[in-house]
């Protein structure tokens, strides 16, 4: 399990993240937010997650093999607004 999290107000809308994780969308304020049903075709052990949203970040917690698609895309962001935290369970 891990914890996708993205800095709201760090993010400044280059959306490098969008080419390395379907995942991450544009949302209405131009800036990054999840959305685990955009990719259109997710690999077979993609779940759903659970994203939360708020003025200040948008916080998804997924169990799937993608971890490593969502480290890219904090890796591409030249703002440092995304995080990638590894909670336990089977991707630990």
Partial sequence: ??????????????????????????????VATLDPTADPVP??????GTVRTD???????????LVDDARQAAEACPFDAITVEELGGENA
Avoid: K, N, Q
């Fill in 55 to 65: 003025s200040e970040t948008v916080v998804g917690t997924f169990e799937d093999s």
């Fill in 43 to 48: 690999p077979a052990d993609a779940d759903g």
């Fill in 1 to 30: 399990m891990y914890r996708v999290t993205i800095d709201r107000e760090a993010c400044d809308g280059v959306f490098a993240c969008l080419t390395r994780d379907p995942r991450f969308v544009e949302d209405d304020d131009g």
